[in-house]
């Protein structure tokens, strides 16, 4: 009797395991749903948490043309014991020539009243990244006063004060000239700072005092941090989003984002406030400006660098409305939108046009080729959709093929969206700029969120997106668990490729030391750079982009959270390849058995990329930048049918010739 029940007990277990056995998961390789835009995934580039000074640009030197609201910010008069002693060895006066030189009117005249030297130490910011062996290009706009003998000694320094190189110049003459200088580091320091000594006797003005390092990108003189157009470069952005954000809009008129005024010669662009140096009590940062040393030029040349569609972001005719929400009366809206037209033709004119050459005179005679531009940032209200109208009417009247981004409001749902959502489908705009920073769930609860969208209404650009979580101290993080619920979110947003055509996590770049906004795809200190989690999520996603995608189905549904699940697939018919991306939110593995459909064989071998983590809060940092990294491996295929074990808690791309 006991062995007849222990063997009903097996056989019922058995029946169980076995009609719980999951389905198999079925490829259907050869029906393309919808082909995958070039744009799918790109980069949003905004200048907060010193993306831009203090970050990407690689000018060390904070200040450097004495704007900033307090004029010496960043520097302070060094009293070395090399010079010291008790009397003043000089002094510093600010002038104004705000008559002569609008875009840059403030310099620093330097008056040395003993031989033995007065000094101006420059912190940096958040002090000066300086690498041994690497040499750093010094630079001033210099004029001396008749009679003075005054020369200049520039230091570099470590964080004791220890000199690591040095050099000298000698301005001479009334006239304002360039002098520089070059300087090799002996040594290697996160937290350096600058001196420049005035030594002889008399008063030398200065300005645009600089120091760049010698390793920038593309070894370009006064051009950007290498490491982190690397970072960016490594995830073949599909578009670079620029310059934002709400830095677009400004706090107020005066400081919204003005491309004409980042153009030109470095010295003539006028700097200003960076409308993040005061918008959060808790991160306040008063030295945060923009020197615009990074400006319009420098960001098409970025997008062109990293093989990305470069799509500038303008404003329309309105502030922040999270903050003073100023608005530019309709009848005065024309300089706005001649702002639009001629950036369309600096980027694209040809040389005989004043905003064309000017593109050809900064050193790039041939057109950037844009074909996009957004309408203002995060407005909402009827004033948008006032100003929006006049906008693409004047743009699509003089440059048909431009499409125009337009916003839906600052959040995913709710009236704000609701409404702009409805007005500018029934304008037939180009492109829905829909932004989304929420908590994990509502990632993996919206995998299915444009299922339903209109296949023939206007496209979608998910332009800001990250999952927030709060931490224990209050700040949002880059943990595992926001990353691995953005991945399976980014399976809906490319099986949905049809009406999706661009996205981008946001925001991009932040100063472990300078931040205001957490969380960020990209951490960085003044030497080294690390991608978060998220990054790498995104570079899995856009890496392995394909060009159709096509079904993946379980029980002949899309796979969308079933059993944990979120899965994608797509073709690349440039290289003949099916790539599957998987996404298993759960904490246990899962095997799966997979049929591909539609092929007539497979390569023998595949790769493999697995990016996971069992621990949901493991962030990366700079001590261990690639604690969550993805892990690529060979596996065989043994047929059109093959048993993948999932890892728990990862992401997936498998990737096979067809
Ligand atoms: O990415 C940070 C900010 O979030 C952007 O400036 C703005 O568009 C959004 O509110």
Same mark, same amino acid.
């Given at each position: 009797?006991?062995?007849?029940?222990? @063997?009903?007990?097996?056989?019922?277990?058995?029946?169980?395991?076995?009609?719980?056995?999951?389905?198999? !998961?079925?490829?259907?390789?050869?029906?393309?749903?919808?082909?995958?835009?070039?744009?799918?995934?790109?980069?949003?580039?905004?200048?907060?948490?010193?993306?831009?000074?203090?970050? !990407?640009?690689?000018?060390?030197?904070?200040?450097?043309?004495?704007? @900033?609201?307090?004029?010496?910010?960043?520097?302070?008069?060094?009293?070395?014991?090399?010079?010291?002693?008790?009397?003043?060895?000089?002094?510093?006066?600010?002038?104004?020539?705000?008559?002569?030189?609008?875009?840059?009117? %403030?310099?620093?005249?330097?008056?040395? +009243?003993?031989?033995?030297?007065?000094?101006?130490?420059?912190?940096?910011?958040?002090? $000066?990244?300086?690498?041994?062996?690497?040499?750093?290009?010094?630079?001033? +706009?210099?004029?001396?006063?008749?009679?003075? *003998?005054?020369?200049?000694?520039?230091?570099?320094?470590?964080?004791?004060?220890?000199? =690591?190189?040095?050099?000298?110049?000698?301005?001479?003459?009334?006239?304002?000239?360039?002098?520089?200088?070059?300087?090799?580091?002996?040594?290697?320091?996160?937290?350096?700072? $600058?001196?420049?000594?005035?030594?002889?006797?008399?008063?030398?003005?200065?300005?645009?005092?600089?120091?760049?390092?010698?390793?920038?990108?593309?070894?370009? &003189?006064?051009?950007?941090?290498?490491?982190?157009?690397?970072?960016?470069?490594?995830?073949?952005?599909?578009?670079?989003?620029?310059?934002?954000? /709400? !830095?677009?809009?400004?706090? #107020?008129?005066?400081?919204?984002?003005?491309?004409?005024?980042?153009?030109?010669?470095?010295?003539?662009?006028?700097?200003?406030?960076?409308?993040?140096?005061?918008?959060?009590?808790?991160?306040?940062?008063?030295?945060?400006?923009?020197?615009?040393?990074?400006?319009?030029?420098?960001?098409?040349?970025?997008?062109?660098?990293?093989?990305?569609?470069?799509?500038?972001?303008?404003? /329309?005719?309105?502030?922040?409305?999270?903050?003073?929400? #100023?608005?530019?009366? +309709?009848?005065?809206?024309?300089?706005?939108?001649?702002?639009?037209?001629?950036?369309?033709?600096?980027?694209?004119?040809?040389?005989?046009?004043?905003?064309?050459?000017?593109?050809?005179?900064?050193?790039?005679?041939?057109?950037?080729?844009?074909?996009?531009?957004?309408?203002?940032?995060?407005?909402?209200? &009827?004033?948008?959709?006032? %100003?929006?109208?006049?906008?693409?009417?004047?743009?699509?009247?003089?440059?048909?093929?431009?499409?125009?981004?337009?916003?839906?409001? &600052?959040?995913?749902?709710?009236?704000?969206?609701?409404?702009?959502?409805?007005?500018?489908?029934?304008?037939?705009?180009?492109?829905?700029? #829909?932004?989304?920073? $929420?908590?994990?769930?509502?990632?993996?609860?919206?995998?299915? %969120?444009?299922?339903?969208?209109?296949?023939?209404?206007?496209? =979608?650009?998910?332009?800001?997106?990250?999952?927030? =979580?709060?931490?224990?101290?209050?700040?949002?993080? *880059?943990?595992?668990?926001?990353?691995?619920?953005?991945?399976?979110?980014?399976?809906?947003?490319? %099986?949905?490729?049809?009406?999706?055509?661009?996205?981008?996590?946001?925001?991009?770049?932040?100063?472990?030391?300078?931040?205001?906004?957490?969380?960020?795809?990209?951490?960085?200190?003044?030497?080294?750079?690390?991608?978060?989690?998220?990054?790498?999520?995104?570079?899995?996603?856009?890496? *392995?982009?394909?060009?159709?995608?096509?079904?993946?189905?379980?029980?002949?549904?899309?796979?969308?959270?079933?059993?944990?699940?979120?899965?994608?697939? /797509?073709?690349?018919?440039?290289?003949?390849?099916?790539?599957?991306?998987?996404?298993?939110?759960?904490?246990?593995?899962?095997?799966?058995?997979?049929?591909?459909?539609?092929?007539?064989?497979?390569?023998?071998?595949?790769? $493999?990329?697995?990016?996971?983590?069992?621990?949901?809060?493991?962030?990366?940092?700079?001590?261990?930048?690639?604690?969550?990294? &993805?892990?690529?491996?060979?596996?065989?295929?043994?047929?059109?049918?093959?048993?993948?074990?999932?890892?728990?808690?990862?992401?997936?791309?498998?990737?096979?010739?067809?």
């Amino acid at each position: 009797m006991k062995h007849i029940a222990n @063997f009903i007990a097996s056989l019922s277990l058995f029946i169980n395991v076995y009609s719980q056995s999951p389905a198999v !998961i079925t490829v259907k390789a050869n029906q393309p749903i919808a082909p995958i835009q070039s744009t799918m995934w790109g980069i949003f580039f905004e200048d907060i948490n010193f993306a831009a000074d203090g970050g !990407i640009y690689a000018e060390l030197v904070k200040n450097r043309s004495f704007e @900033f609201y307090k004029s010496l910010m960043g520097w302070r008069e060094d009293s070395s014991s090399r010079y010291s002693n008790n009397s003043r060895s000089g002094y510093t006066t600010i002038i104004n020539r705000s008559k002569d030189n609008p875009s840059n009117p %403030r310099f620093a005249r330097i008056n040395v +009243l003993a031989d033995r030297g007065y000094g101006l130490t420059n912190e940096g910011f958040r002090g $000066m990244g300086i690498k041994k062996g690497v040499t750093y290009h010094f630079s001033m +706009l210099a004029s001396q006063h008749d009679g003075s *003998n005054a020369i200049v000694r520039v230091e570099l320094k470590d964080s004791k004060g220890n000199i =690591i190189g040095n050099a000298v110049v000698k301005p001479s003459g009334k006239e304002w000239k360039k002098y520089s200088a070059e300087i090799t580091s002996t040594a290697t320091e996160q937290k350096g700072s $600058m001196t420049v000594w005035f030594e002889g006797k008399g008063t030398l003005d200065i300005d645009m005092v600089s120091l760049f390092p010698g390793d920038t990108w593309k070894n370009r &003189p006064g051009g950007l941090r290498a490491d982190l157009v690397q970072l960016l470069a490594d995830i073949k952005p599909g578009f670079i989003r620029f310059p934002g954000g /709400c !830095i677009v809009e400004g706090h #107020e008129l005066t400081t919204r984002y003005q491309w004409k005024k980042t153009v030109g010669k470095v010295e003539e662009r006028e700097m200003i406030i960076n409308r993040w140096n005061r918008e959060f009590d808790h991160r306040p940062a008063p030295d945060y400006f923009q020197s615009f040393g990074l400006g319009f030029f420098e960001y098409f040349q970025l997008s062109e660098d990293v093989g990305a569609e470069p799509l500038p972001i303008l404003n /329309c005719g309105m502030a922040c409305q999270f903050n003073s929400a #100023e608005l530019v009366p +309709l009848d005065e809206l024309d300089p706005y939108i001649q702002d639009a037209l001629d950036l369309i033709e600096f980027a694209n004119g040809g040389t005989n046009t004043k905003w064309g050459k000017l593109r050809a005179d900064m050193g790039h005679p041939a057109p950037f080729n844009l074909k996009m531009m957004g309408v203002g940032n995060e407005q909402w209200g &009827p004033q948008y959709v006032d %100003r929006y109208k006049i906008f693409a009417k004047a743009i699509h009247e003089k440059y048909p093929d431009i499409k125009l981004i337009s916003s839906v409001g &600052p959040f995913a749902s709710g009236e704000l969206f609701g409404f702009l959502d409805k007005e500018m489908r029934e304008m037939k705009a180009d492109i829905l700029d #829909e932004h989304y920073y $929420m908590p994990p769930d509502f990632f993996l609860s919206n995998a299915k %969120r444009y299922d339903n969208y209109d296949r023939n209404g206007p496209k =979608i650009f998910a332009g800001e997106y990250a999952s927030h =979580i709060r931490g224990t101290e209050g700040v949002k993080r *880059n943990t595992w668990q926001a990353a691995l619920s953005e991945a399976a979110f980014m399976t809906g947003l490319e %099986r949905n490729a049809d009406v999706v055509y661009m996205c981008s996590y946001a925001p991009l770049f932040s100063h472990v030391d300078a931040w205001q906004w957490a969380p960020d795809l990209i951490w960085f200190d003044n030497l080294n750079s690390y991608g978060t989690p998220n990054y790498y999520v995104q570079k899995l996603f856009s890496v *392995n982009k394909g060009t159709h995608v096509v079904p993946v189905l379980l029980n002949n549904e899309a796979i969308t959270g079933q059993d944990s699940l979120y899965a994608t697939a /797509c073709i690349d018919k440039n290289t003949n390849e099916l790539i599957v991306k998987i996404v298993n939110v759960s904490s246990v593995g899962k095997s799966r058995e997979f049929l591909i459909e539609g092929v007539k064989k497979l390569n023998k071998k595949a790769a $493999m990329t697995v990016l996971k983590s069992d621990n949901p809060g493991q962030l990366n940092s700079s001590d261990n930048p690639q604690a969550v990294a &993805p892990v690529e491996t060979v596996i065989d295929i043994p047929g059109r049918k093959l048993k993948l074990d999932i890892a728990a808690s990862s992401v997936t791309v498998l990737k096979v010739k067809m």
